[in-house]
């Protein structure tokens, strides 16, 4: 076999590695897929500007976001049921991301524990210490991603395990009131084996028991209950537990019930990027749910310029600095996270491209994964001439569909 180069040639592995129900569940996205095309298609409309003669001979990728040092822009995104990619899960990808002082996301929909990924991010840290490795970054940086349930008790006892277990931020994913229209899942019915399960809800029994999958054995849940109902068991969950009905007023309640930090992802347009400023959250994600949500939503490498306008101008009128704005979608080598840096973003998330790694070689994988997309976007940086991240501005980048160049033609 050649070499690995590319996130590309992993992704390709990956792809023959996995079997049809766990590839649909990674692979797809919502309805027709326009936008999870769109994600990947858009990156490369945008042209890089280089500049010459500029000492690139240190290029240096950290960035410090909430007082945090991470080694690089390029942050994992929360993405559920990692075990069905390998069977180590978030385990592999958060000791993979404490070993390359990366930003790490755990989701909701986790297949270990809130307290099992906190744990292993910690052994992995003292491992590295003990190994007298240094990594360029402070230790920690890990976030909690929350769906937030119709029983508030759920949610809250899941912030309090995540305050509890060291996660130093609160990721509220605001694009999925309701699961997009997942045509492949639908078809296969998607399961999760049965020996696998949600990683934070096995106190739950409250939960469970308050749904209507009362009855039904944890390991029945997760083989799924396709017959019973038009859904597959993932949908039917979403709809049984999560609240379609949060609105501005419930980040205030969120708020108000944490110290954390808070981010709100899923954010679009420049309107709800300024309502995410008046209601004082700390950070947003531009985010289209790498397309398994709304279909026909823009890439959002192309909305994340008028975004960052709203989101200094807001913050302007608060006197305060302008919240971090992070971009995911589409990201697979890293001019796209120069890209998307140059249109406003302060880092990037990784939500496929960390799975691909982690059905390749697990931990290692990952880390492979990290490592070119971080090598990729240090040389994007020197060959513009860029040496520090804060140095990428618009001027690096050209939209090609955009006035200017139109008018260039
Ligand atoms: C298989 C899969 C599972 C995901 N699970 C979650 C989740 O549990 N919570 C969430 O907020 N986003 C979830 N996402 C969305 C990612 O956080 C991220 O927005 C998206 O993957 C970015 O696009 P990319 O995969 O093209 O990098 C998931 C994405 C994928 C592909």
């Not at 994340?304 to 992070?326: C, F, G, H, T, Y």
């Not at 880390?367 to 976007?377: A, K, Q, R």
């Not at 990428?392 to 955009?402: A, E, K, T, W």
Request: charged letters at 25%; proline letters at 3%.
């Amino acid at each position: 076999m050649s070499r690995i180069a590319c996130v590309k040639d992993i992704e390709e592995i990956a792809i023959r590695k996995l079997d049809k129900n766990a590839l649909d569940f990674y692979y797809t996205g919502a309805q027709d897929q326009l936008t999870l095309a769109n994600n990947r298609t858009c990156y490369d409309r945008y042209k890089l500007l280089p500049r010459v003669l500029r000492d690139v001979s240190k290029v240096d990728l950290s960035i410090t976001l909430f007082g945090h040092k991470f080694a690089s822009p390029i942050l994992v995104a929360p993405t559920g049921l990692q075990k069905l990619a390998h069977s180590d899960g978030e385990l592999a990808t958060v000791r993979a991301a404490v070993r390359k002082g990366a930003g790490y996301t755990l989701s909701t929909m986790s297949t270990t524990s809130i307290e099992d990924v906190a744990s292993a991010a910690l052994k992995a840290e003292k491992a590295l210490s003990s190994k007298g490795q240094t990594i360029d970054g402070d230790k920690g940086g890990r976030w909690y991603q929350l769906y937030v349930f119709k029983d508030r008790s759920v949610s809250l006892d899941l912030i309090r395990r995540a305050e509890a277990a060291g996660f130093e931020a609160l990721v509220i994913t605001v694009d999925a009131p309701i699961l997009g229209n997942r045509l492949a899942n639908k078809r296969n019915s998607f399961t999760l084996p049965s020996h696998m399960e949600f990683g934070n809800f096995k106190s739950y029994a409250k939960l469970v028991a308050s749904s209507n999958l009362a009855g039904v054995e944890k390991g029945s849940i997760a083989q799924g209950t396709a017959e019973a109902d038009p859904g597959y068991w993932l949908a039917r969950f979403s709809k049984d537990q999560l609240d379609p009905s949060l609105t501005w007023k419930d980040i205030e309640w969120l708020k108000e019930n944490t110290k954390l930090p808070i981010l709100l992802k899923g954010i679009l347009t420049h309107e709800d990027a300024r309502l995410a400023v008046y209601y004082g959250v700390d950070g947003i994600i531009v985010s289209n749910h790498g397309g398994r949500q709304l279909d026909g939503v823009p890439a959002t490498i192309d909305v994340l310029s008028e975004i960052s306008v709203a989101v200094r101008e807001a913050s302007a009128q608060k006197n305060k600095k302008p919240i971090p704005i992070i971009a995911d979608g589409g990201i697979m080598r890293g001019s796209d996270a120069f890209k998307a840096i140059a249109m406003g973003a302060d880092a990037v998330m990784i939500g496929r491209a960390v799975l691909w790694g982690l059905v390749y070689d697990g931990e290692n994988g990952v880390c492979t994964v990290l490592d070119i997309l971080n090598e990729e976007l240090r040389l994007s940086m020197a060959l513009s001439g860029c040496s520090r991240i804060s140095e990428i501005d618009s001027s690096y980048v050209l939209d090609q569909s955009s006035e200017i160049f139109l008018s260039k033609l």
